[in-house]
């Protein structure tokens, strides 16, 4: 007799032809942060065969997906996200966007195809499972305000007691897994700066206010605030990604607008990052005669994975891949991942998903023309996916059934 994971398997490996097509298809056919239209609509059609319950928005083109088998029995949930990005491809591969200057270039299409793959073979089996399922397919991921947090807000956790995620990895070997216990991601962000100055004549320098001085400093001192006012044993991350000021060379300029972003991978510092660049503005401001609006926007929390949840991954991956194959990453990343919302409500965890492999092109980084996902990591990714979610409703089980013995 083979049992319900073994089973699955099978029913992956089944399907998986028909995964890496879907997952070209959306490859082909990329939709931006808030325009996931197509890919909701093949998403939802595909569910709604496959017996699933499915709750739609009417703000954005996210959906949940239920799989109710028993409403005493604990539910696990699945999050894919969908959106694509404002870049034009150059792999030159036959399912190449077919979408001018858009690109599934961050591998959200094969996270698509994963999770409906999962939720496809999972629902073959839907008599023998021991919980109930919920699939997110979650818009706007690249998006600075994140759509995780607008499908929180519609309930997409309500009644869930732990979530998993991947995201695909050019970084490891198509076939290998990456972990890490605790934080993985850092917090993401962003804030503008505007300086007031007064302008005058540019051989007149002493009648006006120069914003462009105010704002040089200003920029020299922000610099200045991870190398000397925060413990270099906890990384921390500002970086100034525009600057627009000035009307001709012999004016002195009046006005100066800069945006940039701050990432790091604890709380502490990052509630005290506003406060000490507002100082360094304002004493510099100040001190010039300029006056300035500073605004700074708290975006997505530093994602921290939960050890029982990585336990299961780990376990399930090593029986899947084996040991050799799933490597802990140790150091966090500076990156966002809008996914860390999810993680302060409920637990969970977000694992990589290798996909290189240098035959076939697909070791470039995300967020690049050239960047795709190997197809041979999707049934790794649906089996380390589906085993995990298994596992936890069958521990959740298995302690319900001790609770009510005793
Ligand atoms: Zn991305
Ligand atoms: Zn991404």
Do not use: W
Request: proline share 3%; charged share 25%; glycine share 8%.
């Amino acid at each position: 007799m083979k049992n319900l994971k073994e089973k699955l398997f099978l029913t992956i490996d089944e399907i998986n032809e028909r995964i890496i097509t879907i997952r070209r298809d959306l490859h082909a056919h990329p939709e931006l942060s808030g325009q996931e239209e197509h890919t909701k609509y093949l998403v939802k059609g595909i569910l709604e065969v496959s017996g699933y319950q499915i709750k739609e928005s009417n703000k954005h083109f996210g959906l949940i997906a239920d799989l109710m088998v028993d409403e005493n029995a604990k539910t696990v949930a699945i999050r894919a996200d969908m959106d694509a990005l404002p870049i034009q491809e150059q792999t030159g591969k036959p399912y190449a966007s077919r979408e001018k200057g858009i690109m599934h270039a961050c591998g959200h299409d094969s996270h698509t195809a994963i999770a409906l793959g999962t939720a496809i073979a999972i629902a073959a089996h839907k008599e023998e499972l021991p919980g109930n399922l919920r699939f997110i397919f979650q818009p706007s991921e690249e998006s600075k305000e994140g759509g995780s947090v607008e499908m929180i807000e519609e309930g997409a956790l309500e009644g869930v007691s732990a979530i998993f995620g991947l995201h695909a990895y050019p970084y490891l070997n198509s076939g290998e897994i990456g972990y890490k216990y605790g934080v993985m991601m850092a917090s993401a962000d962003v804030f503008s700066i505007e300086i007031f100055g007064k302008s005058a004549h540019g051989a007149r320098p002493h009648e006006g206010v120069d914003a462009i001085l105010v704002t040089s400093m200003i920029v020299n001192s922000l610099n200045h605030i991870v190398s000397r006012m925060i413990d270099p044993l906890h990384p921390a991350v500002i970086s100034l990604g525009t600057i627009e000021g000035g009307k001709a060379s012999n004016i002195i300029c009046d006005h100066v607008l800069l945006k940039g972003t701050v990432r790091t991978i604890n709380e502490e510092i990052r509630n005290n990052i506003p406060q000490m660049m507002e100082a360094s503005i304002e004493g510099i401001s100040k001190s010039m005669g300029a006056k300035y609006k500073f605004d700074y926007e708290f975006g997505q929390p530093e994602l921290i994975n939960h050890e029982k949840i990585v336990n299961i991954i780990v376990d399930e991956a090593e029986k899947i891949i084996g040991k050799e194959k799933c490597i802990d990453l140790i150091d966090p990343v500076m990156g966002g991942e809008d996914f860390s919302e999810y993680l302060k409500l409920v637990p969970g965890a977000f694992f990589r998903l290798g996909t290189c492999d240098e035959e076939k092109k697909t070791c470039v980084p995300q967020h690049n023309s050239r960047f795709d996902v190997d197809d041979d990591a999707l049934q790794v990714g649906m089996k380390i996916m589906g085993a995990s979610a298994l596992q936890f409703l069958i521990q959740s089980n298995s302690l319900h059934k001790k609770e009510h013995d005793a």
